[in-house]
């Protein structure tokens, strides 16, 4: 009996031993399985964080690349705007009012794109920077070390070193070791379900190799990581990329407010092409609508959140500043039309041009505010959206415009993180890793600092511009530089600004470019006498002027009557300079010194009647003089005009200065003269020192504004080293002598010049001539080695 079962127990205890042992062989097996596919896992979940890295970086790079693309492009077309279009070159100069508006916004569009430009350098390479790191550094793929490897594997032998009642359990006799309850849903809360009850039964004792495993490979209980965890790469990366966020968004912003202030001057810019170069009034209404719509739809696709400021939210800014350029082309009709000149017209345009600079420095500081950025809360995430944490201070306005989007700080229901697990089963605990935080920088700020200095310079230029306009409209449009050199020629640089119909003060007047079609108009009245204007004034003048080049330079004698000696008697120590003439029987001599003698002439004969001084302001040695009924009018050599009305009283002919300096071409006069015409225009030719041309100018009746009306250029004039121009009384013929004799007579509005007076000996020195009433032409020279001169008449042919 006893040995029966003993033989019994043998028989149990040598089966349970076997089949204990299969088990723990088994068990070992799956133990390395485990172990390698663990890791092969959590291998193919690093290198999708690498991804993650790629991705998240890639995005940015690929946004910084965009915004570098489209800058560089419209580069060149903000500076084709600036220098190859700019404006005077190929037409005369807008009205300053427009400039006003179009140089701030071209020049702001400039530092705008500039400013996106480097920003977007930096994101750029800011980002690949820390992708570079992140990559080399921290996101590696997982590799496990020979010893780890030795550990996890198991040898027969060790089957040795297990408890006795592991060796010797009894299959279904010693229960086998309960499962592991399984975690309930971590949503379970949030649904309302009711927990499970914790189980009174006492859990199975595991066995020893078990144990050994979680002990020797794990280190913990191998619980899994709860949802608070997030994973390391995506907490490292959120506070790397905070350091470019603020570079990437302010290079959007940039490019929205250079795309803002380019729209404003592409449409000015059109205007101006179409008025001053084309005189086409319909297509300046059509095109700059078409600028102004696609202004607002910019704005209104890229401002799409109020900002954190309110003070200028209460004015919808966005969508009034897109339509200034309306207001202009209104001002600009009315600028450039054949509208009666008035104080009233003048002030409208005014008004319209104010109210463009106000709503422009409104624009500015409200586009301050959208730019501000600002603590925030924490978004909901939106597929297609953007999204960053709030701790990144960023502007809301244009939250959904520059498109970032930063790693997630939790994980997604569903999704777990086996590198995660397997720290949080070394730590001993199991619940909840700790993993390597975004660490704390503060809100980077630089990039909205350097971003501040172009607003308040964008700020401060508007604020500058509209002082400058006043200033202007207080001391006169372009008052402050010199009117010198190119700035007042032809074609080019044309002329400083006036509205069309403000320089002669008459409708339908000359158009506003040398280059520009002109109109020809009869005007009616006594005011006029019935004359004819010439639109074609440039034009003809160079005609004319070519033919008279070549009569002055040619050798050909030219058999016109001789003129005869006058006998009058000159003052003691007066030497005449000039002659000035508005009647057949009267004339004025004048010295350099501004002391004249009125002259009756009778016949052949002359007699001077009185003697004057002309007293006024200092101006300088005169140089040439011309008569009319409204007074004389003189011209210093420095440029200076004066009037001197009526006639002298006692001796003294009081004089004012009563238009602007000539412009003196960038060197000196050579010659010029001033008339004032029937309706009371003020008309100068000039020739410069350094210059082989004539310029016709012509000015207001305030003398204001002296605009070219043409230019040639004489080669054969520049030849002669003195040479004297004269008006007639009503400013219609232009006289030129030499100092050889010879004078040319041009009746402006005709083609050809007439020859008045041909080249005489060397015996004389001829110093001026002008024209008499009747048909007369008066001669001032002097014998050779004589400083006394002498009045000789001619007549004309």
């Keep these: 009996m006893l040995a029966s079962a003993g033989a019994a127990a043998t028989a149990v205890a040598a089966g349970a031993f076997k089949y204990n042992r299969a088990n ?22 690093a290198a999708l964080y690498r991804e993650d890295i790629r991705d998240l970086t890639n995005l940015t790079v690929a946004k910084q690349d965009s915004y570098h693309g489209v800058a560089v492009l419209f580069f060149v077309l903000n500076f084709q705007l600036i220098m190859a279009g700019r404006l005077g070159v190929h037409g005369p100069s807008p009205p300053g009012w427009l400039l006003s508006i179009y140089w701030v916004n071209i020049s702001s569009a400039l530092m705008f794109l500039c400013v996106a430009t480097w920003l ?84 199975r004792r595991m066995p020893k190799w078990f144990q050994d495993e979680t002990k020797e490979l794990q280190g913990g209980t191998g619980a899994p990581v709860g949802r608070g965890s997030n994973p390391e790469h995506f907490e490292l990366y ?67 959140e109020e900002s954190h400021s309110r003070l200028l939210a209460t004015i919808p800014l966005e969508k009034i500043v897109p339509w200034t350029p309306m207001i202009v082309v209104v001002g600009m009709t009315i600028d450039y039309s054949t509208l009666t000149p008035n104080d009233g017209w003048i002030a409208v345009i005014y008004l319209l041009s104010w109210s463009c600079y106000i709503i422009h420095f409104l624009w500015a500081c409200r586009q301050y505010e959208l730019a501000m950025p600002h603590p925030q809360v924490d978004q909901p995430e939106s597929t ?31 999704q777990n993180c086996i590198l995660q697990e397997m720290k949080a089963s070394k730590d001993g605990k199991g619940a909840v890793a700790s993993p390597k935080k975004a660490r704390e920088v503060g809100p980077m700020l630089f990039p909205w600092r350097l971003f501040r200095g172009a607003m308040i310079t964008y700020i401060s230029v508007w604020a500058l511009i509209m002082f400058g306009r006043v200033f202007e409209q207080v001391n006169g449009e372009r008052q402050l530089l010199k009117q010198e050199g190119r700035v007042m020629r032809w074609p080019s640089h044309m002329q400083p600004w006036m ?72 003052p003691s120590d007066f030497k005449p300079a000039m002659l000035a003439s508005k ?16 002259i009756q002439v009778t016949g052949d004969a002359a ?72 309706s009371g225009l003020l008309r100068a030719a000039v020739t410069f020192t350094e210059d082989e041309g004539v310029v016709l100018l012509e000015a207001d009746i305030a003398g204001r504004n002296w605009t070219p009306s043409g230019e040639v250029q004489l080669s054969q004039l520049n030849a002669i080293d003195e040479h004297h121009f004269s008006f ?56 050779a080695g004589s400083a006394r001169s002498e009045l000789l008449l001619a007549r004309r042919a």
């Design 607 to 678: 007699e001077v009647l009185s003697k004057f001084a002309l007293e006024g302001p200092e101006l300088g040695e005169l140089m040439a003089a011309s008569w009319s009924d409204s007074g004389l009018l003189v011209t210093t050599k420095y440029g200076a005009v004066a009037e001197c009305t009526g006639l002298p009283v006692n001796g003294v002919w009081p004089c004012k200065q009563v238009a602007e300096r000539l412009p003196t071409g960038g060197s000196s006069l050579k010659a010029a003269v001033v008339a004032r015409t029937p």
């Design 728 to 783: 007639s009384a009503d400013g219609d013929e232009l006289i030129i002598s030499s100092k050889n004799g010879a004078a040319l007579k041009w009746r402006v509005g005709e083609t050809q010049p007439e020859m008045v007076a041909s080249p005489k000996g060397a015996d004389h020195v001829w110093h001026c001539a002008c024209a008499m009433r009747g048909g007369r032409l008066a001669h001032l020279a002097s014998t």
């Design 499 to 570: 509205t069309p119909w403000t320089r002669n003060g008459t409708r339908t007047e000359y158009a506003h470019s040398g280059g520009s079609d002109r109109r020809l108009h009869e005007l009616a009245g006594a005011h006029y006498h019935g004359e004819q204007k010439v639109a074609a004034l440039a034009e003809r003048l160079a005609a004319s002027l070519g033919n008279l080049a070549e009569v002055l330079d040619t050798n050909e004698e030219v058999q016109l009557p001789a003129p005869m000696r006058a006998p009058v008697s000159w």
């Design 238 to 304: 959120r506070g790397l990329a905070q350091e470019w966020a603020g570079h990437d968004c302010y290079a959007r912003i940039g490019l929205i407010y250079w795309m803002s202030s380019w729209l404003t001057s592409v449409s000015l810019y059109s205007q101006c092409h179409c008025f001053t170069e084309l005189r086409a009034i319909w297509p300046a209404w059509t095109v700059t609508p078409i600028f102004c719509m696609a202004h607002f739809c910019v704005l209104q696709c890229e401002i799409t």
């Design 384 to 414: 297609g959206h953007a999204w960053y944490p709030a701790e990144w201070w960023l502007p809301r306005a244009f939250s959904s415009a520059f498109y970032i989007v930063a790693p997630p700080k939790q994980l997604e229901p569903g």
């Design 583 to 598: 009647a057949k029987d009267m004339m004025l001599a004048l010295t350099q010194e501004r002391h004249g003698v009125m």
């Design 120 to 203: 977007t350098l930096h994101a750029s390479a800011r980002a690949t920077a820390g992708s570079v790191h992140m990559l080399t550094r921290s996101v590696r793929i997982p590799i496990p070390s020979p010893k780890q490897l030795d550990k996890a594997r198991k040898t027969g032998n060790s089957f040795e070193k297990q408890r006795v009642s592991d060796v010797f359990r009894v299959p279904f006799v010693v229960p086998a070791p309960k499962d592991a309850a399984e975690e309930a849903p971590a949503d379970d809360a949030k649904k309302g379900a009711a927990a499970a009850p914790p189980s009174k039964t006492k859990p």
């Design 24 to 45: 723990y062989f088994f068990d070992s097996g799956l133990r390395f399985a485990r172990y390698t596919t663990g890791y092969g896992y959590a291998q193919e979940q």
